[in-house]
């Protein structure tokens, strides 16, 4: 489902700013994915090729580009009450007939209701007041430092790299949503930190998250010896 292609992150930036000048729509078509928790102010690459879907997102394309992601729960049709609105930040047809697209978080929103329509995929109406932070311009203050110092430690115990110079040049919001939205821990603590009200409370969950792994990886070993 995932095609893993990226923006460049000034570009990234500049197309961030043009979209949070613009109203968000209270009513939206919804992508639910099983085990895809997705964050505002980061990329999303996806490759779509189921005919719901395909429909989704070229209705999305031609009207404002806006479309929500949200997390599926296991063994029905039921999602999450949160999930993340994103925006088509770029789109290339195949000639198989897939849809490569990248999607820009903008906001997390809740569900309101489902609405009925003729459509192959599912449209709700939701609201962005719990989220006001989001779109804000307010600077957030929140220390990450000792956070990003855990981070470093339980992403090289799990063997997962990332380019900290690059990821130096994100602003607070950005660093602490990518971490979330790639740290290798359960999709229901990811929810958790997407369902976080404020940055510094997502800090703490992280955190706490983070503390759980390494002292349960510390534990292991001793026991191995």
Not at 173 to 190: G, R
Not at 206 to 222: G, N, Q, R
Request: hydrophobic share 40%; with cysteine.
């Amino acid at each position: 489902m995932v095609n893993y292609y990226k923006m460049t992150l000034p570009s990234a930036l500049i197309f961030l700013y043009n979209i949070l000048m613009i109203k968000l729509p209270e009513i939206i078509p919804v992508f639910p994915l099983s085990g895809v928790i997705y964050f505002p102010k980061t990329n999303l690459p996806l490759n779509i090729f189921e005919q719901r879907y395909l429909n989704l997102v070229n209705d999305a394309y031609v009207k404002d580009k806006f479309m929500g992601m949200i997390q599926s729960k296991k063994g029905n049709d039921s999602i999450y009450e949160i999930g993340c609105l994103g925006k088509i930040s770029d789109y290339q047809k195949i000639k198989d007939g897939r849809v490569l697209i990248n999607l820009t978080g903008v906001s997390r929103f809740k569900i309101v209701k489902e609405l009925s329509n003729n459509k192959l995929y599912r449209e709700f109406k939701v609201d962005y007041d719990k989220f006001t932070e989001d779109t804000g311009s307010k600077i957030c203050k929140v220390s990450s430092t000792e956070l990003i110092k855990k981070i470093k430690v339980f992403f090289k115990k799990y063997g997962l790299l990332l380019n900290w110079n690059e990821f130096e040049k994100l602003d607070s919001a950005q660093k602490i949503n990518t971490l979330a939205m790639i740290a290798p821990i359960t999709n229901e603590e990811k929810q958790k930190l997407l369902e976080s009200i404020t940055l510094e409370n997502k800090i703490k969950a992280l955190e706490s998250i983070v503390d759980f792994y390494l002292h349960d990886t510390i534990a292991s070993s001793l026991t191995i010896q």
